[in-house]
């Protein structure tokens, strides 16, 4: 993942950082539902469990726990890229 740091934003350039943004979204979305909070959009875990791999009615935790995980392989992935 390569940032390009400005004065008002961080730039992610590839296909991986894109999706790492992507998936730091979803992580927190899942943490706000976790405690209460509802959007617009709709429960999140049902819209994502397909691309997790989950049940659409697993914990919030297990769902934190498939997002930490791939944003982890993520960033092995770039740091061995990178050697």
């Given at each position: 993942m390569n940032q390009t740091l400005t004065t008002e934003s961080i730039v992610f350039d590839t296909p991986d950082g894109i999706e790492y943004a992507g998936l730091?979204?979803?992580k927190y979305q899942l943490k706000l539902e976790?405690?209460?909070m509802k959007t617009r959009g709709g429960p999140v875990r049902p819209r994502i469990a397909a691309q997790?791999?989950?049940r659409p009615?697993?914990?919030?935790?297990d769902f934190i726990a498939a997002v930490e995980a791939k944003m982890a392989a993520l960033r092995d992935k770039q740091s061995?890229?990178?050697?």
């Open positions: 730091a979204g979803i976790k405690v209460g997790l791999g989950l009615r697993a914990s919030h935790d061995t890229s990178k050697e």
